[in-house]
């Protein structure tokens, strides 16, 4: 049997990261998806037709006036599986927001009925003006995923807000949105915060009690969450990966640090997912300066004082209609334990699954029950992290109160 490679028109503005978005368009041909390219005319000023011809294998145009015999500026949006744009210019996002189609490219973004995805990447200013957050919030009203720009350096001195994210992490997110398809966005308008990664509780300046979390499965969740349209933040303790395209990376030390970013973003949130590994303990003394070998003599014992439980905080403070879904690593007695804890912690769902020295930590896949609070139980098997997070999602939600219509 053979099916027909998926369909992507990657639509390129004028903004100077085109150029990483080359890399993005040979990651999506050589996963076997058929790419045109639709670049604005000013795009073509940073990067030429020949390279997006040449990489994608398809021609290239910029306006409606090149073969009209075929229709262009239908077929293409009409045929597409997804319509991705990045970089999205501000002048791009406001074209788009008041459903102008003054060339080949909003044409495409008012004929595609499949998902759409903008990238924006603009300096900062340009990214915060309110004429901008004005068409981003309009256009997401309307559906379309817009990616929350990186933050780090811009073009010249600046650094703030408006990177375009990772080109590796842009496919993450074409791949996923194109593996939902008909199943949507259904995190459209939500905020949910994800905690990953483990807290790091020191001991002197080179020194701490850690654990062996690698945030994975934390990233995994706002990976897919930001494919469901959500707006993702993800409190990351110690966490050694690519910060996941359009998520709002706070990142975290100790079990305090996370308190209080969690505590934070947790204010207007939707959902929040801890699937951090939270230190129960830290040392009691913090020494300045480091701890040296006593000549001869014994080890000073390490006194420990128990750190605050965010989860718990969470359930207690939860504003009306938040979900709160918590993971449990237990090594025995799993599902008792699991219940146990969702109970005491008043989580609407508990992630619970089976840790041991070759299980869990650091690997790609994952297996677990999630526990619901209302006696449900939903059994995930062994599989991707991703897959287990889509299940969270899923559950999240089913559980989630109708958005208000306006
Ligand atoms: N957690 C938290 N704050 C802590 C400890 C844990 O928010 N100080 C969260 C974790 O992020 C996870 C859940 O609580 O979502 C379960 O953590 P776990 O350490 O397994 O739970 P404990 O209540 O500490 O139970 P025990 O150590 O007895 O297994």
């Not at 947790?266 to 959902?271: K, L, S, V």
């Amino acid at each position: 049997m053979t099916s027909r490679k998926p369909r992507v028109v990657l639509g390129v503005s004028a903004g100077i990261a085109a150029y990483k978005v080359c890399e993005l368009l040979r990651r999506l041909t050589e996963s076997g998806h058929d790419v045109t390219v639709v670049p604005t005319e000013d795009a073509l000023r940073f990067v030429g037709e020949p390279t997006w011809a040449a990489l994608s294998g398809n021609p290239v145009s910029t306006a409606v006036w090149d073969g009209v015999a075929q229709v262009p500026h239908v077929r293409l949006g009409q045929g597409a599986d997804l319509v991705f744009v990045a970089p999205a210019t501000a002048d791009l996002l406001a074209r788009a927001a008041h459903g102008l189609a003054d060339d080949l490219l909003t044409n495409t973004l008012l004929t595609a009925r499949c998902p759409v995805v903008f990238a924006p990447a603009m300096h900062t200013e340009m990214w915060e003006h309110p004429a901008t957050r004005a068409n981003v919030a309009t256009l997401r009203e309307r559906g379309a995923i817009v990616v929350e720009p990186a933050s780090g350096r811009l073009t010249g001195k600046d650094t703030g807000p408006g990177r375009l994210p990772d080109p590796a992490e842009l496919f993450e997110v074409a791949r996923r949105v194109l593996a939902r398809g008909s199943a949507g966005h259904d995190l459209a308008g939500r905020h949910v915060v994800v905690s990953a990664g483990g807290t790091r509780e020191p001991l002197d300046p080179v020194r701490f009690l850690g654990n062996r979390s690698s945030g994975l499965q934390g990233y995994a969740l706002a990976r897919t969450a930001v494919a469901r349209g959500a707006r993702v933040t993800l409190v990351a303790a110690n966490v050694a990966l690519p910060d996941p395209a359009g998520a709002r990376v706070v990142p975290a030390g100790s079990a305090e640090d996370m308190r209080k970013a969690v505590l934070e973003a947790a204010g207007d949130a939707d959902a929040v997912v801890m699937a951090a590994a939270v230190a129960d303990f830290r040392p009691v003394d913090y020494r300045d300066s480091k701890i040296k070998k006593t000549e001869g003599g014994e080890p000073e014992p390490i006194r420990l004082a128990k750190n605050p439980d965010i989860l718990a905080e969470l359930g207690e403070r939860r504003r009306a209609g938040q979900v709160i879904v918590g993971f449990a690593a237990e090594t025995d007695d799993v599902l008792a334990n699991g219940r146990a804890k969702l109970a005491r912690k008043r989580s609407d769902l508990l992630v619970v699954n089976q840790v041991g020295a070759d299980l869990t930590f650091g690997r790609p896949d994952n297996a677990a029950v999630i526990l619901g609070a209302d006696g449900s139980s939903t059994e995930v098997e062994r599989g991707a992290k991703e897959a287990l997070a889509d299940v969270v999602w899923d559950l999240v939600a089913a559980r989630l109160d109708p958005l208000p219509a306006d």
